[in-house]
Protein backbone atom coordinates (compact mmCIF):
# COMPACT_ATOMS: atom_id res chain seq x y z
CA UNK A 1 0.00 0.00 0.00
CA UNK A 2 1.09 3.14 -1.18
CA UNK A 3 1.34 4.34 3.23
CA UNK A 4 3.77 1.67 3.74
CA UNK A 5 5.99 3.36 0.41
CA UNK A 6 5.97 6.51 1.94
CA UNK A 7 6.94 5.62 5.53
CA UNK A 8 9.84 3.48 4.23
CA UNK A 9 10.88 6.29 1.96
CA UNK A 10 11.40 8.41 4.53
CA UNK A 11 13.03 5.88 6.60
CA UNK A 12 15.19 5.86 4.15
CA UNK A 13 15.67 9.08 4.07
CA UNK A 14 16.58 9.29 7.35
CA UNK A 15 19.48 6.55 7.51
CA UNK A 16 20.64 5.62 11.10
CA UNK A 17 17.75 6.95 13.14
CA UNK A 18 16.65 4.41 15.53
CA UNK A 19 12.66 3.22 16.66
CA UNK A 20 11.40 5.07 19.74
CA UNK A 21 13.96 8.06 19.37
CA UNK A 22 12.19 11.43 18.46
CA UNK A 23 14.61 13.65 16.11
CA UNK A 24 14.10 16.95 14.73
CA UNK A 25 12.65 17.13 10.88
CA UNK A 26 10.80 20.16 9.17
CA UNK A 27 7.39 19.47 7.23
CA UNK A 28 9.51 20.43 3.93
CA UNK A 29 11.74 18.13 4.60
CA UNK A 30 9.08 14.99 4.59
CA UNK A 31 7.68 17.14 1.55
CA UNK A 32 10.98 16.56 -0.28
CA UNK A 33 11.98 12.79 0.88
CA UNK A 34 8.34 11.75 -0.18
CA UNK A 35 8.22 13.65 -3.95
CA UNK A 36 4.96 15.73 -2.57
CA UNK A 37 3.53 19.10 -1.44
CA UNK A 38 3.87 20.16 2.11
CA UNK A 39 -0.05 19.66 2.43
CA UNK A 40 0.44 16.18 1.34
CA UNK A 41 3.23 15.29 3.66
CA UNK A 42 0.70 16.81 6.41
CA UNK A 43 -1.81 14.30 5.34
CA UNK A 44 0.38 11.47 5.35
CA UNK A 45 2.36 11.61 8.42
CA UNK A 46 -0.99 12.19 10.54
CA UNK A 47 -1.89 8.70 8.77
CA UNK A 48 0.96 7.43 10.13
CA UNK A 49 0.04 8.51 13.42
CA UNK A 50 -3.39 6.88 13.57
CA UNK A 51 -1.27 3.82 12.16
CA UNK A 52 0.53 4.26 14.85
CA UNK A 53 3.52 4.03 13.23
CA UNK A 54 5.32 7.32 14.13
CA UNK A 55 5.01 9.93 17.08
CA UNK A 56 4.58 13.18 15.77
CA UNK A 57 5.17 16.91 17.36
CA UNK A 58 4.67 19.65 15.27
CA UNK A 59 6.81 22.22 15.20
CA UNK A 60 4.80 26.00 16.35
CA UNK A 61 4.72 28.09 13.33
CA UNK A 62 5.76 28.60 10.09
CA UNK A 63 9.81 27.44 9.15
CA UNK A 64 9.65 25.44 12.32
CA UNK A 65 11.23 21.76 13.22
CA UNK A 66 9.10 19.44 14.42
CA UNK A 67 9.39 16.20 15.95
CA UNK A 68 9.38 12.65 14.83
CA UNK A 69 9.97 9.10 16.09
CA UNK A 70 9.88 6.25 13.97
CA UNK A 71 7.79 3.63 15.65
CA UNK A 72 7.11 0.98 13.40
CA UNK A 73 9.69 -1.48 12.58
CA UNK A 74 11.01 -1.56 9.08
CA UNK A 75 11.92 -5.20 8.62
CA UNK A 76 8.05 -6.04 9.68
CA UNK A 77 6.34 -3.87 7.50
CA UNK A 78 8.63 -5.20 4.59
CA UNK A 79 7.70 -8.67 5.26
CA UNK A 80 4.19 -7.75 5.92
CA UNK A 81 3.26 -6.20 2.84
CA UNK A 82 4.68 -8.67 1.29
CA UNK A 83 2.93 -11.36 2.29
CA UNK A 84 0.02 -9.03 1.80
CA UNK A 85 0.39 -8.61 -1.88
CA UNK A 86 1.22 -12.44 -2.18
CA UNK A 87 -1.91 -13.57 -0.36
CA UNK A 88 -3.95 -11.08 -3.20
CA UNK A 89 -2.07 -13.14 -5.77
CA UNK A 90 1.17 -10.04 -6.44
CA UNK A 91 3.72 -13.01 -5.97
CA UNK A 92 5.75 -10.70 -8.50
CA UNK A 93 5.08 -7.86 -6.92
CA UNK A 94 6.30 -9.31 -3.86
CA UNK A 95 8.96 -10.09 -4.61
CA UNK A 96 10.20 -6.55 -6.57
CA UNK A 97 8.79 -4.88 -3.39
CA UNK A 98 11.33 -6.41 -1.56
CA UNK A 99 13.87 -6.09 -3.74
CA UNK A 100 12.88 -1.91 -3.89
CA UNK A 101 13.93 -2.25 0.29
CA UNK A 102 17.07 -3.79 0.03
CA UNK A 103 18.54 -0.91 1.07
CA UNK A 104 17.03 -0.59 4.08
CA UNK A 105 16.42 -3.84 5.29
CA UNK A 106 16.67 -7.52 3.65
CA UNK A 107 13.44 -9.94 5.01
CA UNK A 108 13.97 -11.97 1.55
CA UNK A 109 14.53 -15.51 3.72
CA UNK A 110 11.75 -14.47 6.12
CA UNK A 111 9.63 -14.09 3.13
CA UNK A 112 10.33 -17.55 1.44
CA UNK A 113 10.04 -19.24 4.57
CA UNK A 114 6.49 -17.98 4.91
CA UNK A 115 5.37 -18.47 1.20
CA UNK A 116 6.47 -22.02 1.55
CA UNK A 117 4.42 -22.47 4.31
CA UNK A 118 1.90 -20.62 2.50
CA UNK A 119 0.89 -23.06 0.00
CA UNK A 120 -0.50 -27.18 0.22
CA UNK A 121 -3.13 -27.79 2.15
CA UNK A 122 -4.95 -25.78 4.59
CA UNK A 123 -8.39 -25.93 6.82
CA UNK A 124 -10.81 -23.20 7.95
CA UNK A 125 -13.35 -23.64 10.39
CA UNK A 126 -17.02 -22.01 9.05
CA UNK A 127 -20.07 -20.42 11.56
CA UNK A 128 -21.74 -23.77 11.45
CA UNK A 129 -18.45 -25.53 12.09
CA UNK A 130 -18.16 -27.04 8.63
CA UNK A 131 -14.73 -27.56 8.06
CA UNK A 132 -13.25 -26.07 4.68
CA UNK A 133 -10.25 -27.64 2.67
CA UNK A 134 -8.14 -25.68 0.48
CA UNK A 135 -5.34 -26.56 -1.01
CA UNK A 136 -2.69 -23.76 -2.48
CA UNK A 137 -1.01 -24.80 -5.81
CA UNK A 138 1.92 -23.08 -6.74
CA UNK A 139 1.81 -22.37 -10.56
CA UNK A 140 5.23 -20.88 -12.56
CA UNK A 141 3.53 -19.59 -15.72
CA UNK A 142 0.70 -16.95 -16.43
CA UNK A 143 -2.73 -17.94 -17.48
CA UNK A 144 -3.43 -16.45 -20.55
CA UNK A 145 -7.37 -17.44 -21.80
CA UNK A 146 -10.39 -19.44 -19.57
CA UNK A 147 -12.72 -19.21 -22.62
CA UNK A 148 -12.76 -22.40 -24.46
CA UNK A 149 -13.12 -21.20 -27.70
CA UNK A 150 -9.49 -19.26 -27.00
CA UNK A 151 -7.38 -21.76 -24.92
CA UNK A 152 -4.35 -22.85 -26.15
CA UNK A 153 -1.31 -23.32 -23.57
CA UNK A 154 -1.60 -27.08 -21.87
CA UNK A 155 -2.52 -25.50 -18.28
CA UNK A 156 -4.79 -22.98 -19.68
CA UNK A 157 -6.76 -26.10 -21.29
CA UNK A 158 -6.70 -28.08 -18.09
CA UNK A 159 -8.23 -25.19 -16.04
CA UNK A 160 -10.69 -25.00 -19.31
CA UNK A 161 -11.30 -29.15 -18.34
CA UNK A 162 -12.02 -28.41 -14.53
CA UNK A 163 -14.70 -25.84 -15.52
CA UNK A 164 -15.72 -26.74 -18.56
CA UNK A 165 -18.31 -30.15 -19.83
CA UNK A 166 -18.26 -31.63 -22.89
CA UNK A 167 -20.27 -33.90 -25.03
CA UNK A 168 -17.76 -36.55 -24.37
CA UNK A 169 -14.40 -37.14 -23.00
CA UNK A 170 -11.50 -38.82 -24.03
CA UNK A 171 -9.94 -41.47 -21.56
CA UNK A 172 -6.59 -41.32 -23.05
CA UNK A 173 -5.38 -44.69 -20.77
CA UNK A 174 -8.14 -46.85 -22.62
CA UNK A 175 -7.90 -44.64 -26.28
CA UNK A 176 -11.83 -44.79 -25.81
CA UNK A 177 -14.70 -41.67 -25.50
CA UNK A 178 -16.51 -42.15 -22.49
CA UNK A 179 -19.72 -40.27 -21.14
CA UNK A 180 -19.66 -36.70 -20.77
CA UNK A 181 -23.07 -34.18 -21.27
CA UNK A 182 -24.06 -36.96 -23.77
CA UNK A 183 -25.11 -40.19 -22.03
CA UNK A 184 -25.44 -41.66 -25.95
CA UNK A 185 -24.51 -41.02 -29.54
CA UNK A 186 -24.84 -42.16 -32.80
CA UNK A 187 -24.43 -41.13 -36.35
CA UNK A 188 -25.57 -42.39 -39.87
CA UNK A 189 -23.55 -44.41 -42.53
CA UNK A 190 -21.30 -42.84 -43.76
CA UNK A 191 -20.74 -40.51 -40.29
CA UNK A 192 -22.22 -37.16 -41.79
CA UNK A 193 -25.21 -36.69 -39.29
CA UNK A 194 -24.63 -37.22 -35.60
CA UNK A 195 -26.95 -37.11 -32.84
CA UNK A 196 -25.74 -36.20 -29.27
CA UNK A 197 -28.40 -37.07 -26.32
CA UNK A 198 -27.98 -34.72 -22.79
CA UNK A 199 -28.27 -35.47 -19.71
CA UNK A 200 -31.19 -33.98 -17.90
CA UNK A 201 -31.01 -31.78 -14.94
CA UNK A 202 -27.13 -30.47 -15.55
CA UNK A 203 -26.52 -26.68 -14.49
CA UNK A 204 -23.76 -24.10 -15.61
CA UNK A 205 -22.21 -22.34 -12.24
CA UNK A 206 -24.79 -19.54 -11.90
CA UNK A 207 -27.77 -22.26 -11.86
CA UNK A 208 -28.92 -22.69 -15.54
CA UNK A 209 -29.81 -25.54 -16.74
CA UNK A 210 -27.77 -27.04 -19.64
CA UNK A 211 -30.06 -27.32 -22.86
CA UNK A 212 -29.26 -28.72 -26.62
CA UNK A 213 -29.80 -25.24 -27.35
CA UNK A 214 -26.48 -24.13 -25.62
CA UNK A 215 -24.75 -26.88 -27.56
CA UNK A 216 -26.14 -25.01 -30.83
CA UNK A 217 -24.75 -22.12 -29.60
CA UNK A 218 -21.57 -23.24 -28.00
CA UNK A 219 -20.68 -24.75 -31.51
CA UNK A 220 -21.81 -21.38 -33.42
CA UNK A 221 -19.46 -19.28 -31.06
CA UNK A 222 -17.01 -21.39 -32.55
CA UNK A 223 -18.01 -20.48 -36.06
CA UNK A 224 -18.81 -16.94 -36.15
CA UNK A 225 -16.45 -15.32 -33.43
CA UNK A 226 -13.01 -14.99 -34.39
CA UNK A 227 -10.95 -17.35 -32.38
CA UNK A 228 -8.31 -19.72 -32.85
CA UNK A 229 -10.53 -22.72 -32.10
CA UNK A 230 -13.01 -22.30 -35.20
CA UNK A 231 -11.49 -25.23 -37.40
CA UNK A 232 -13.65 -27.54 -34.75
CA UNK A 233 -16.76 -26.24 -36.94
CA UNK A 234 -15.25 -26.17 -40.20
CA UNK A 235 -16.81 -29.25 -41.38
CA UNK A 236 -20.35 -28.77 -39.34
CA UNK A 237 -22.89 -27.41 -42.23
CA UNK A 238 -25.71 -26.88 -39.61
CA UNK A 239 -26.69 -27.56 -35.59
CA UNK A 240 -30.11 -28.45 -34.82
CA UNK A 241 -31.67 -28.83 -31.30
CA UNK A 242 -34.52 -31.04 -31.79
CA UNK A 243 -35.94 -31.18 -28.47
CA UNK A 244 -34.48 -29.75 -25.10
CA UNK A 245 -32.04 -32.80 -24.71
CA UNK A 246 -31.24 -33.65 -28.47
CA UNK A 247 -28.95 -31.87 -30.64
CA UNK A 248 -27.92 -33.30 -34.05
CA UNK A 249 -25.26 -31.67 -36.20
CA UNK A 250 -24.90 -32.39 -40.25
CA UNK A 251 -21.76 -32.35 -41.76
CA UNK A 252 -20.26 -31.26 -44.69
CA UNK A 253 -18.40 -34.18 -45.72
CA UNK A 254 -17.90 -38.17 -43.84
CA UNK A 255 -15.98 -37.66 -40.28
CA UNK A 256 -15.52 -40.95 -38.76
CA UNK A 257 -13.44 -39.58 -36.21
CA UNK A 258 -15.73 -36.28 -34.75
CA UNK A 259 -16.25 -37.63 -31.64
CA UNK A 260 -12.40 -36.11 -31.48
CA UNK A 261 -13.60 -32.79 -32.31
CA UNK A 262 -16.66 -32.98 -29.76
CA UNK A 263 -14.09 -33.93 -26.75
CA UNK A 264 -11.73 -31.07 -27.24
CA UNK A 265 -11.35 -28.47 -24.71
CA UNK A 266 -12.96 -25.63 -27.33
CA UNK A 267 -16.05 -27.48 -27.33
CA UNK A 268 -16.78 -27.16 -24.18
CA UNK A 269 -20.16 -26.32 -24.26
CA UNK A 270 -20.90 -22.92 -22.48
CA UNK A 271 -24.43 -20.78 -21.58
CA UNK A 272 -26.16 -19.17 -24.93
CA UNK A 273 -25.66 -16.01 -23.87
CA UNK A 274 -21.88 -16.12 -22.76
CA UNK A 275 -20.27 -13.46 -23.76
CA UNK A 276 -16.60 -12.93 -25.77
CA UNK A 277 -13.33 -11.51 -23.89
CA UNK A 278 -12.53 -10.22 -21.64
CA UNK A 279 -15.71 -10.44 -19.79
CA UNK A 280 -16.41 -14.25 -20.73
CA UNK A 281 -12.42 -15.53 -19.75
CA UNK A 282 -12.61 -13.03 -16.39
CA UNK A 283 -15.28 -15.35 -14.47
CA UNK A 284 -15.86 -18.14 -17.04
CA UNK A 285 -19.13 -19.91 -16.11
CA UNK A 286 -19.27 -23.69 -16.55
CA UNK A 287 -20.66 -26.82 -15.92
CA UNK A 288 -17.63 -28.65 -14.81
CA UNK A 289 -17.16 -29.57 -10.95
CA UNK A 290 -15.09 -26.39 -9.81
CA UNK A 291 -15.97 -22.87 -10.39
CA UNK A 292 -14.40 -19.73 -10.66
CA UNK A 293 -14.89 -17.64 -7.53
CA UNK A 294 -12.18 -15.02 -7.64
CA UNK A 295 -9.47 -14.21 -10.65
CA UNK A 296 -6.97 -11.35 -10.94
CA UNK A 297 -3.46 -10.87 -12.62
CA UNK A 298 -1.95 -13.41 -10.18
CA UNK A 299 -4.34 -15.42 -8.91
CA UNK A 300 -7.60 -17.53 -9.49
CA UNK A 301 -9.42 -19.08 -7.09
CA UNK A 302 -11.87 -22.26 -7.56
CA UNK A 303 -14.77 -23.66 -5.58
CA UNK A 304 -16.04 -27.53 -5.59
CA UNK A 305 -19.38 -26.74 -7.69
CA UNK A 306 -21.88 -28.80 -5.26
CA UNK A 307 -24.38 -29.19 -8.24
CA UNK A 308 -21.85 -30.87 -11.03
CA UNK A 309 -23.76 -33.79 -12.67
CA UNK A 310 -20.82 -36.20 -12.48
CA UNK A 311 -17.74 -37.02 -9.87
CA UNK A 312 -18.19 -33.97 -7.83
CA UNK A 313 -14.62 -32.69 -6.03
CA UNK A 314 -13.47 -33.75 -2.63
CA UNK A 315 -10.94 -30.69 -1.81
CA UNK A 316 -13.35 -27.49 -1.05
CA UNK A 317 -11.14 -24.65 -2.54
CA UNK A 318 -8.14 -24.46 -4.86
CA UNK A 319 -6.13 -21.27 -4.90
CA UNK A 320 -3.46 -21.30 -7.86
CA UNK A 321 -0.66 -18.88 -7.42
CA UNK A 322 1.20 -17.65 -10.07
CA UNK A 323 5.27 -17.61 -9.33
CA UNK A 324 8.05 -15.84 -11.32
CA UNK A 325 9.69 -18.82 -12.85
CA UNK A 326 13.23 -17.01 -11.94
CA UNK A 327 11.65 -17.76 -8.06
CA UNK A 328 10.56 -21.23 -8.82
CA UNK A 329 13.42 -23.16 -7.14
CA UNK A 330 13.13 -20.72 -4.27
CA UNK A 331 9.85 -21.59 -3.50
CA UNK A 332 9.58 -24.42 -3.74
CA UNK A 333 9.08 -26.93 -0.79
CA UNK A 334 7.49 -29.54 1.16
CA UNK A 335 4.55 -28.29 3.79
CA UNK A 336 1.70 -30.43 4.04
CA UNK A 337 -0.33 -31.05 1.04
CA UNK A 338 2.00 -29.29 -1.21
CA UNK A 339 1.82 -30.36 -4.75
CA UNK A 340 4.63 -29.12 -7.35
CA UNK A 341 4.20 -29.47 -10.73
CA UNK A 342 7.45 -28.75 -12.82
CA UNK A 343 8.02 -28.25 -16.90
CA UNK A 344 11.69 -27.10 -16.85
CA UNK A 345 11.67 -24.55 -14.46
CA UNK A 346 14.46 -26.29 -11.50
CA UNK A 347 15.83 -30.07 -11.43
CA UNK A 348 13.08 -31.51 -8.90
CA UNK A 349 14.49 -33.07 -5.83
CA UNK A 350 14.78 -36.59 -4.80
CA UNK A 351 12.99 -36.24 -1.24
CA UNK A 352 12.22 -39.69 0.24
CA UNK A 353 8.58 -41.23 0.85
CA UNK A 354 7.60 -38.20 -1.30
CA UNK A 355 5.97 -39.47 -4.64
CA UNK A 356 7.32 -38.01 -7.82
CA UNK A 357 5.96 -39.02 -11.16
CA UNK A 358 7.05 -38.06 -15.04
CA UNK A 359 4.80 -37.83 -18.24
CA UNK A 360 6.64 -37.37 -21.64
CA UNK A 361 3.97 -34.71 -22.58
CA UNK A 362 5.32 -33.29 -26.18
CA UNK A 363 7.87 -32.32 -28.55
CA UNK A 364 10.12 -29.28 -28.73
CA UNK A 365 9.55 -27.91 -31.88
CA UNK A 366 10.98 -25.34 -34.16
CA UNK A 367 8.51 -24.31 -36.48
CA UNK A 368 9.68 -22.40 -39.92
CA UNK A 369 7.32 -19.31 -41.26
CA UNK A 370 6.82 -20.08 -45.15
CA UNK A 371 4.67 -17.74 -45.36
CA UNK A 372 7.13 -15.31 -45.02
CA UNK A 373 9.27 -14.40 -48.01
CA UNK A 374 13.32 -15.16 -47.75
CA UNK A 375 15.44 -17.62 -47.31
CA UNK A 376 13.24 -20.19 -45.66
CA UNK A 377 11.65 -19.92 -48.71
CA UNK A 378 14.98 -22.60 -49.76
CA UNK A 379 14.42 -26.00 -48.92
CA UNK A 380 18.07 -26.46 -49.08
CA UNK A 381 18.32 -24.27 -46.24
CA UNK A 382 15.79 -25.30 -44.34
CA UNK A 383 17.32 -29.05 -44.63
CA UNK A 384 20.87 -27.56 -43.66
CA UNK A 385 18.68 -25.85 -40.46
CA UNK A 386 17.53 -29.67 -39.58
CA UNK A 387 20.27 -31.68 -40.59
CA UNK A 388 22.15 -29.29 -38.33
CA UNK A 389 20.78 -29.81 -34.81
CA UNK A 390 22.60 -32.37 -32.52
CA UNK A 391 19.65 -32.96 -30.82
CA UNK A 392 21.47 -35.62 -28.27
CA UNK A 393 24.03 -33.38 -27.24
CA UNK A 394 21.17 -30.71 -26.49
CA UNK A 395 19.67 -33.12 -24.35
CA UNK A 396 22.70 -33.75 -22.84
CA UNK A 397 23.84 -30.18 -22.23
CA UNK A 398 20.21 -29.09 -21.18
CA UNK A 399 19.02 -31.59 -19.22
CA UNK A 400 15.76 -31.85 -17.49
CA UNK A 401 13.12 -31.79 -19.22
CA UNK A 402 14.23 -33.24 -22.12
CA UNK A 403 14.22 -36.75 -22.35
CA UNK A 404 15.38 -37.88 -25.61
CA UNK A 405 15.75 -36.51 -29.74
CA UNK A 406 12.57 -36.62 -31.42
CA UNK A 407 12.20 -38.89 -34.43
CA UNK A 408 9.17 -36.99 -35.63
CA UNK A 409 5.58 -35.28 -34.81
CA UNK A 410 5.62 -38.08 -31.91
CA UNK A 411 6.32 -39.08 -28.77
CA UNK A 412 7.80 -42.25 -29.48
CA UNK A 413 11.20 -42.88 -29.08
CA UNK A 414 13.99 -43.98 -31.92
CA UNK A 415 15.19 -47.34 -32.46
CA UNK A 416 18.52 -45.98 -32.71
CA UNK A 417 19.98 -44.17 -29.15
CA UNK A 418 21.56 -41.59 -31.21
CA UNK A 419 19.99 -38.74 -33.61
CA UNK A 420 19.37 -39.97 -37.02
CA UNK A 421 18.32 -36.47 -37.99
CA UNK A 422 22.10 -34.91 -37.21
CA UNK A 423 24.12 -34.89 -40.35
CA UNK A 424 26.60 -31.81 -40.39
CA UNK A 425 27.92 -33.44 -43.31
CA UNK A 426 24.65 -32.97 -45.29
CA UNK A 427 23.76 -29.84 -43.27
CA UNK A 428 27.21 -28.11 -44.50
CA UNK A 429 26.90 -28.58 -48.29
CA UNK A 430 23.13 -27.59 -48.13
CA UNK A 431 24.07 -24.47 -46.93
CA UNK A 432 26.62 -23.93 -49.26
CA UNK A 433 24.27 -24.30 -52.01
CA UNK A 434 21.34 -22.53 -50.47
CA UNK A 435 23.23 -19.40 -51.39
CA UNK A 436 22.24 -18.24 -47.77
CA UNK A 437 24.24 -14.95 -47.36
CA UNK A 438 24.30 -14.18 -43.58
CA UNK A 439 20.96 -12.72 -42.66
CA UNK A 440 20.17 -13.24 -39.10
CA UNK A 441 17.04 -15.44 -38.66
CA UNK A 442 14.42 -13.86 -35.90
CA UNK A 443 13.60 -16.63 -33.61
CA UNK A 444 10.72 -16.09 -31.51
CA UNK A 445 9.68 -18.16 -28.11
CA UNK A 446 8.40 -17.14 -24.52
CA UNK A 447 10.55 -17.76 -21.14
CA UNK A 448 10.13 -21.17 -20.71
CA UNK A 449 11.78 -22.05 -24.03
CA UNK A 450 15.10 -19.80 -22.87
CA UNK A 451 17.59 -21.90 -22.47
CA UNK A 452 16.64 -23.99 -25.76
CA UNK A 453 16.63 -21.00 -27.54
CA UNK A 454 19.97 -20.26 -26.94
CA UNK A 455 21.46 -23.33 -26.91
CA UNK A 456 20.18 -23.12 -30.39
CA UNK A 457 21.60 -19.76 -31.34
CA UNK A 458 24.94 -21.02 -30.28
CA UNK A 459 24.19 -23.89 -32.46
CA UNK A 460 23.52 -22.90 -35.74
CA UNK A 461 26.26 -20.45 -35.51
CA UNK A 462 28.59 -22.95 -35.13
CA UNK A 463 27.34 -24.33 -38.63
CA UNK A 464 27.16 -20.02 -39.92
CA UNK A 465 23.97 -18.90 -39.56
CA UNK A 466 23.12 -15.93 -37.43
CA UNK A 467 19.85 -16.38 -35.32
CA UNK A 468 18.19 -13.39 -33.62
CA UNK A 469 16.16 -14.34 -30.18
CA UNK A 470 13.45 -12.52 -29.23
CA UNK A 471 11.43 -13.47 -25.47
CA UNK A 472 8.28 -12.33 -25.66
CA UNK A 473 5.15 -12.96 -23.28
CA UNK A 474 2.95 -16.43 -23.58
CA UNK A 475 0.36 -14.22 -25.21
CA UNK A 476 2.45 -12.23 -27.38
CA UNK A 477 3.36 -15.02 -28.97
CA UNK A 478 -0.09 -16.56 -30.06
CA UNK A 479 -0.81 -12.95 -31.60
CA UNK A 480 -0.87 -12.75 -35.59
CA UNK A 481 1.12 -9.28 -35.33
CA UNK A 482 4.15 -11.75 -33.68
CA UNK A 483 3.80 -15.18 -36.25
CA UNK A 484 4.21 -12.79 -39.24
CA UNK A 485 7.42 -10.60 -37.53
CA UNK A 486 8.46 -14.74 -37.06
CA UNK A 487 11.23 -16.54 -39.36
CA UNK A 488 10.72 -19.55 -36.51
CA UNK A 489 9.18 -19.61 -33.50
CA UNK A 490 9.98 -22.17 -30.65
CA UNK A 491 7.65 -23.75 -28.65
CA UNK A 492 6.40 -27.33 -27.26
CA UNK A 493 3.78 -29.18 -29.17
CA UNK A 494 1.65 -31.16 -26.35
CA UNK A 495 0.75 -34.27 -27.99
CA UNK A 496 0.34 -36.55 -25.33
CA UNK A 497 -3.78 -35.68 -25.17
CA UNK A 498 -4.33 -37.39 -27.70
CA UNK A 499 -5.15 -37.35 -31.78
CA UNK A 500 -7.47 -34.12 -31.20
CA UNK A 501 -4.42 -31.89 -29.97
CA UNK A 502 -2.55 -33.16 -32.74
CA UNK A 503 -5.37 -32.43 -35.12
CA UNK A 504 -5.51 -29.12 -34.00
CA UNK A 505 -1.90 -27.97 -34.78
CA UNK A 506 -2.70 -29.41 -38.27
CA UNK A 507 -6.18 -28.09 -38.99
CA UNK A 508 -5.59 -24.30 -36.87
CA UNK A 509 -4.69 -21.44 -38.84
CA UNK A 510 -3.72 -19.54 -36.02
CA UNK A 511 -1.55 -22.27 -34.43
CA UNK A 512 2.35 -22.06 -34.68
CA UNK A 513 2.40 -25.13 -37.06
CA UNK A 514 -0.69 -24.73 -40.04
CA UNK A 515 -0.60 -20.98 -39.53
CA UNK A 516 3.10 -20.89 -40.76
CA UNK A 517 3.22 -23.50 -43.92
CA UNK A 518 2.85 -22.85 -47.47
CA UNK A 519 -0.36 -23.64 -48.88
CA UNK A 520 1.38 -26.95 -50.85
CA UNK A 521 2.21 -28.61 -47.88
CA UNK A 522 -1.60 -27.82 -46.22
CA UNK A 523 -3.11 -29.05 -49.24
CA UNK A 524 -0.92 -32.85 -48.55
CA UNK A 525 -2.08 -32.39 -44.89
CA UNK A 526 -5.70 -31.77 -45.84
CA UNK A 527 -5.50 -34.77 -47.96
CA UNK A 528 -4.09 -36.65 -45.33
CA UNK A 529 -6.50 -35.92 -42.97
CA UNK A 530 -9.65 -35.94 -45.13
CA UNK A 531 -8.75 -39.61 -46.08
CA UNK A 532 -8.34 -40.25 -41.93
CA UNK A 533 -11.97 -38.85 -41.26
CA UNK A 534 -13.50 -41.31 -43.79
CA UNK A 535 -11.89 -44.51 -42.80
CA UNK A 536 -13.53 -46.53 -40.56
CA UNK A 537 -10.76 -49.57 -39.86
CA UNK A 538 -8.46 -49.25 -36.63
CA UNK A 539 -5.35 -48.73 -38.75
CA UNK A 540 -6.07 -45.15 -40.40
CA UNK A 541 -5.11 -43.44 -37.33
CA UNK A 542 -1.24 -45.10 -37.37
CA UNK A 543 -1.00 -44.32 -41.09
CA UNK A 544 -2.10 -40.61 -40.82
CA UNK A 545 0.34 -39.79 -38.13
CA UNK A 546 2.80 -41.47 -40.35
CA UNK A 547 2.00 -39.71 -43.49
CA UNK A 548 1.84 -36.44 -41.30
CA UNK A 549 5.62 -37.06 -40.34
CA UNK A 550 6.47 -37.71 -43.94
CA UNK A 551 5.25 -34.64 -45.28
CA UNK A 552 6.66 -32.25 -42.75
CA UNK A 553 10.08 -34.13 -42.59
CA UNK A 554 10.30 -34.20 -46.69
CA UNK A 555 9.38 -30.62 -46.53
CA UNK A 556 11.93 -29.67 -44.28
CA UNK A 557 8.99 -27.51 -43.07
CA UNK A 558 10.36 -27.35 -39.02
CA UNK A 559 12.87 -29.02 -36.90
CA UNK A 560 11.64 -31.79 -34.11
CA UNK A 561 14.11 -31.24 -31.36
CA UNK A 562 13.59 -33.57 -28.32
CA UNK A 563 10.86 -34.68 -26.54
CA UNK A 564 10.01 -33.12 -23.34
CA UNK A 565 8.16 -34.47 -20.09
CA UNK A 566 6.55 -33.00 -16.60
CA UNK A 567 7.63 -33.94 -13.59
CA UNK A 568 4.93 -33.73 -10.26
CA UNK A 569 6.21 -34.22 -6.67
CA UNK A 570 3.45 -34.12 -3.87
CA UNK A 571 3.09 -34.32 -0.45
CA UNK A 572 2.58 -38.16 0.98
CA UNK A 573 -0.57 -36.61 2.95
CA UNK A 574 -2.15 -36.38 -0.98
CA UNK A 575 -4.28 -38.98 -2.31
CA UNK A 576 -5.55 -39.14 -5.06
CA UNK A 577 -3.05 -37.52 -7.11
CA UNK A 578 -3.95 -38.81 -11.20
CA UNK A 579 -1.55 -36.90 -13.29
CA UNK A 580 -3.88 -36.14 -16.54
CA UNK A 581 -2.44 -36.27 -20.47
CA UNK A 582 -1.93 -32.79 -20.21
CA UNK A 583 1.00 -33.61 -17.71
CA UNK A 584 -1.31 -31.85 -14.61
CA UNK A 585 -3.75 -32.95 -11.69
CA UNK A 586 -7.17 -33.37 -12.05
CA UNK A 587 -8.25 -31.32 -9.02
CA UNK A 588 -11.44 -33.16 -8.12
CA UNK A 589 -9.62 -36.71 -7.55
CA UNK A 590 -7.39 -35.34 -4.56
CA UNK A 591 -8.41 -35.36 -1.23
CA UNK A 592 -5.71 -34.98 1.97
CA UNK A 593 -4.97 -37.96 3.90
CA UNK A 594 -4.43 -36.66 8.23
CA UNK A 595 -1.77 -38.49 9.73
Same mark, same amino acid.
Given at each position: ?31 ? !?????? =? ?14 ? %? ?23 ? %?? !? ?8 ? @? ?39 ? &? ?8 ? $? +? ?16 ? @? ?10 ? !? ?32 ? @? ?6 ? %? ?26 ? =??? +? ?65 ? $? ?11 ? &? ?46 ? +? ?12 ? +? ?93 ? &? ?21 ? @? ?14 ? =? ?22 ? !? ?18 ? %?? $? ?17 FQTIWFKEA
Amino acid at each position: MRVAEDYLRLRMACPGRQDGKPFAISMEEIAN !ALYCTP =RNAKLIVKKWVELEWV %RFVPGRGRGHTSELAFLMDSAALVL %RE !AQERAKEGDV @QGAFEWLKTNEPLVSVRPQFLEWLIAYFGYKTDQTQGERVV &ETLRLPIYRE $I +VSLDPANAFYSFDTHLVH @QLFSRLVEYDAA !ASAYTKGLAYHWESNEDATEWTFYLYKGVLFHDG @QELTAEDV %RASLARLRNDPSMHGWLTDHIHSVEARS =RYT +VSMKLSKPNRRFLWYMSHSAASIVPSSYPSEPAGAQVPVGSGPYRVTDRRKGKVVLEKFSSYYGLSG $IIDRIEIIIVPEN &EAEACFGTSPGVLTVVTGEFTVPVIPDYPLEQTVTGVETLVFNLRKGG +VLQSPLFRRALVYG +VDRKRMVGELGEPRAYPAAGFHMERAASAGDLMFRPDDAAESLRQSGYDGQALQLYTFARHVPDAEWLKRQYASIGVRVDVHIVPWAELIEPSTQ &EAADMILFEAVLSEGPGRMLEYL @QSDSKFVRGALSEAII =RDIDDATNRLLADPSEQAEQRWKA !AIDCILQESFASVFLVTKTV %RT $IYHPSLQGVRINTKGWVDFQTIWFKEA
